[in-house]
């Protein structure tokens, strides 16, 4: 199988409501389970077969609500995890004062990110297939 979707179960990150302690528990629960899973996948030998995105469908807002969480907003983080990935920092960091109606602004479009690894993943040429227009890869795989 060449693709495998899993999400987070009972959308437990969609939390509006005071959310520091809460987010922190999830993403240590998160990090833990794809640390062992690569660590695993290591084991196995099958770590230069393994490469995963990770990503939210929403982002936060900058400004905390009055119950002491965020509301849903616009630009988020994409991880991608293995070993034939050049780690960094791939884009520019959003600004925490340059916000579109209190919504961060995306830095790089996420259909990029889809487009190297349709491209330098997967060995696809082809990706307005998936994409319905051309997006640049970005520069990120090592093989």
Do not use: C
């Amino acid at each position: 199988t060449r693709i495998f979707y899993v999400n987070y179960p009972r959308n437990a990150f969609d939390t509006h409501v005071y959310q520091a302690d809460t987010h922190a528990r999830l993403l240590t629960y998160v990090s833990d389970h794809i640390s062992a899973f690569m660590t695993d996948m290591k084991r196995l030998g099958r770590a230069d077969d393994v490469t995963m995105m990770v990503f939210s469908e929403f982002g936060r807002r900058v400004q905390e609500n009055a119950n002491l969480g965020t509301d849903h907003g616009t630009a988020g983080p994409v991880f991608v995890i293995g070993s034939q990935v050049r780690g960094g920092l791939y884009g520019e960091m959003s600004s925490l004062t340059d916000l579109d109606d209190g919504n961060l602004r995306f830095t790089t479009d996420f259909r990029r990110v889809y487009a190297t690894l349709i491209t330098q993943w997967m060995g696809q040429a082809d990706t307005t297939t998936v994409l319905h227009q051309p997006f640049a890869p970005i520069d990120m795989m090592s093989a």
